[in-house]
């Protein structure tokens, strides 16, 4: 397999990604429903490792993404994107060329430790699903957990993968000091549908599981039930609401589907095979809501706009003052947290 090279805001111009071969238990990949998929992982040598967000609706100051690219396969995913910057296509690209920031930990500490750095909220991660399949082998977001549990470093994480429960002796020494916050997405709790939706993510059931099982731990945890596409999935927001919070969830939060670029396209692909009668409709009442496929306002492009965003949204809130479920995110604490320098375990 040959060495690729490709570009992207955060990457060197003469970036190498090297190709290396990963054997993955594919029975494992996804909880009751295996669908392995022909795989190339690349080494991202770039020393970048934490990007800061400038984008005024998001609730975090960094973004850390020890993964580009997504093997869950969501076909209206906003990140599909930016593979394009890395020289790769959106569409299959996107899940089956995965670019792996092998040396992310090692990368993460040496930032935290570094005399400028100013404290502020992770996420992980915003372009990409930082338990992915491929995390059970790499164990990288395992890594920089390991790092942040001992630097006491906020953090909030979104997956759709129940492998995140495997973290939480890291995510358990981050909640002692009120520093983490665990966002499972579900964008549907009928699991025929989330096979075609999100073909290679763990299902709706072990995703609210793993909400219990984080709950019972003391690891704050809740649902962003994300995007909500309206005349597909717009309708069961209530359902999944009320399964979050019976599932122990304390927190919730929403975002309509936005279809920027050629994920447009890679959507309307997935309706002509999964949904032919429904495309034109589905379609049109994204548009409605955006004012077409992609909307870039911020405070706007998460929730639309219109009638039908609004109903959407009140339907949201009113749905968890009902159930007693928090909408705003998580206050994480940045006080606690302590510089440690490169392979020091412990501060004395």
Request: with cysteine.
């Given at each position: 397999?040959?060495a690729?090279?490709?570009?992207?805001?955060?990457?060197?111009?003469?970036?190498r990604?090297?190709?290396?071969?990963?054997?993955?238990?594919?029975?494992?990949?996804?909880?009751?429903?295996?669908?392995?998929?022909?795989?190339?992982?690349?080494?991202?040598?770039?020393?970048?490792?934490?990007?800061?967000?400038?984008?005024?609706?998001?609730?975090?100051?960094?973004?850390?993404?020890?993964?580009?690219?997504?093997?869950?396969?969501?076909?209206?995913c906003?990140?599909?994107?930016y593979?394009?910057?890395?020289?790769?296509?959106?569409?299959?690209?996107?899940?089956?060329?995965?670019?792996?920031?092998?040396?992310?930990?090692?990368?993460l500490e040496?930032?935290?430790?570094?005399?400028?750095?100013?404290?502020?909220?992770?996420?992980?991660?915003?372009a990409?699903?930082?338990?992915?399949?491929?995390?059970?082998?790499?164990e990288?977001?395992?890594?920089?957990?390991?790092?942040?549990?001992?630097?006491?470093q906020?953090?909030?994480?979104?997956?759709?993968?129940a492998?995140?429960?495997?973290?939480?002796?890291?995510?358990?020494?981050?909640?002692?000091?009120?520093?983490?916050?665990?966002?499972?997405?579900?964008?549907?709790?009928?699991?025929?549908?989330?096979r075609i939706?999100?073909?290679?993510?763990?299902?709706?059931?072990?995703r609210?599981?793993?909400?219990?099982k984080?709950?019972?731990?003391?690891?704050?945890?809740?649902?962003?039930?994300?995007?909500?596409?309206?005349?597909?999935?717009?309708?069961?927001?209530?359902?999944?609401?009320?399964?979050?919070?019976?599932?122990g969830?304390?927190?919730?939060?929403?975002?309509?589907?936005?279809?920027p670029?050629?994920?447009?396209?890679?959507?309307?692909?997935?309706?002509?095979?999964?949904?032919?009668?429904?495309?034109?409709?589905?379609?049109?009442?994204?548009?409605?809501?955006?004012?077409?496929?992609?909307?870039?306002?911020?405070?706007?492009?998460?929730?639309?706009?219109?009638?039908?965003?609004?109903?959407?949204r009140?339907?949201?809130?009113?749905?968890?003052?009902?159930?007693?479920?928090?909408?705003?995110?998580?206050?994480?604490?940045?006080?606690?947290?302590?510089?440690?320098?490169?392979?020091?375990?412990?501060?004395?």
């Amino acid at each position: 397999m040959n060495a690729h090279r490709g570009r992207g805001a955060d990457d060197n111009p003469g970036n190498r990604f090297e190709a290396f071969q990963v054997e993955v238990d594919e029975d494992a990949w996804v909880d009751d429903d295996p669908r392995p998929l022909r795989t190339e992982f690349l080494t991202d040598h770039s020393r970048t490792i934490l990007t800061r967000n400038d984008a005024e609706d998001l609730s975090f100051d960094y973004g850390l993404n020890p993964y580009r690219g997504c093997e869950h396969g969501c076909s209206y995913c906003y990140a599909r994107t930016y593979h394009e910057y890395l020289g790769y296509s959106a569409g299959l690209d996107f899940e089956s060329k995965i670019v792996v920031k092998r040396d992310a930990p090692q990368l993460l500490e040496a930032e935290l430790s570094r005399p400028g750095y100013r404290v502020g909220k992770i996420a992980m991660s915003g372009a990409t699903d930082c338990y992915q399949p491929v995390e059970r082998k790499l164990e990288l977001t395992r890594g920089c957990l390991e790092v942040m549990a001992r630097c006491r470093q906020p953090v909030a994480i979104i997956t759709k993968n129940a492998l995140v429960v495997r973290d939480i002796d890291h995510l358990v020494e981050l909640a002692r000091w009120n520093a983490v916050a665990v966002y499972l997405s579900i964008t549907t709790l009928d699991p025929a549908l989330a096979r075609i939706l999100e073909p290679r993510a763990s299902s709706p059931r072990a995703r609210l599981e793993t909400i219990g099982k984080l709950a019972a731990a003391g690891v704050p945890c809740g649902v962003s039930a994300a995007p909500m596409i309206p005349g597909l999935n717009d309708s069961e927001l209530p359902s999944i609401v009320r399964a979050v919070k019976e599932a122990g969830g304390r927190f919730a939060a929403y975002s309509v589907v936005r279809l920027p670029g050629a994920v447009g396209s890679v959507f309307e692909g997935w309706l002509d095979r999964h949904f032919p009668g429904k495309k034109e409709m589905v379609l049109g009442r994204i548009e409605g809501m955006q004012g077409g496929l992609n909307n870039l306002k911020p405070g706007e492009r998460m929730r639309g706009r219109g009638q039908a965003a609004g109903q959407l949204r009140a339907l949201f809130h009113a749905s968890c003052r009902r159930l007693g479920l928090e909408t705003n995110p998580p206050p994480l604490e940045t006080r606690h947290f302590r510089r440690v320098m490169p392979g020091q375990k412990e501060l004395f």
